[in-house]
């Protein structure tokens, strides 16, 4: 089955930084483009980033909000993904989700594959 | 920054049709998701590249487009259907991702 899980979600201070990580299964993770969204309390959904597949030179792209502050990378062995978030802020408090799509042979047929862990909780406060 | 635009609110009775509208102005140049979002779960997609379904998806959701807006239809709208619905597009390249608002749908 294939499926996300993050972890490394907790409370940090103002200007503190954590690291959250998302391992798949299922699925390679470096053929993969790997995307961090979050959710604040209350609020829509608001894109972060994301990383390229290794194939497309596992570049890295951010929303303005969060470059120069956060980092994404990937370890291809653990099949893991991570989110460095620096210079924390309070408007950072977030469920953070990471998230795939591919296309995947299932059953002799191809099917559109989006796939989202169940999140990890971030919460900057004093 | 772009933006997607939705109505924050809308109320259906049971087996009635549920339209939700996502305005923006690259729409014509770009595909968009549509994904329901339940409380305390993570997004679920019901709609990718305008108008296709996801294996699983009921056949009642479907997806149109028509200039700078697209359209989410729920026919028959069930109980079940009660969510938060975001519409979900790119820009810069196809790797930004922009979500709509979301819409609140509640089922009377």
């Known amino acids: 089955e294939v499926q996300l899980v993050e972890s490394g979600g907790g409370l940090v201070k103002p200007g503190g930084s954590l690291r959250v990580s998302c391992e798949g299964f299922?699925?390679?993770?470096?053929?993969?483009?790997m995307y961090w969204v979050r959710q604040p309390p209350g609020e829509g959904l608001e894109w972060v980033g994301l990383i390229y597949s290794k194939g497309d030179g596992a570049t890295t792209e951010y929303d303005a909000s969060v470059e120069g502050r956060f980092t994404i990378s990937r370890d291809d062995s653990e099949d893991t993904l991570y989110l460095q978030m620096n210079s924390l802020r309070t408007g950072d408090t977030a469920v953070y989700f990471c998230t795939t799509a591919f296309v995947a042979a299932v059953d002799g047929t191809h099917q559109y594959m989006d796939v989202w862990g169940r999140g990890t909780t971030v919460t900057v406060s004093s | 920054s772009y933006e997607l635009t939705q109505p924050p609110s809308m109320s259906v009775s049971p087996g009635q049709t549920a339209m939700i509208t996502c305005s923006g102005d690259e729409l014509p140049r770009r595909y968009v998701y549509w994904y329901q979002q339940k409380s305390g779960q993570a997004p679920l997609l019901v709609i990718y590249?305008?108008?296709e379904r996801p294996s699983g998806t009921p056949a009642r959701f479907s997806g149109s487009t028509s200039g700078t807006t697209v359209t989410l239809t729920i026919s028959g709208v069930q109980a079940e259907d009660e969510a938060v619905y975001y519409c979900?597009?790119?820009?810069?390249?196809?790797?930004?991702?922009?979500f709509g608002g979301g819409t609140k749908l509640t089922v009377l």
């Open positions: 590249k305008d108008t």
């Open positions: 979900q597009s790119t820009y810069n390249s196809d790797t930004h991702k922009v």
């Open positions: 299922g699925f390679n993770v470096s053929d993969a483009y």
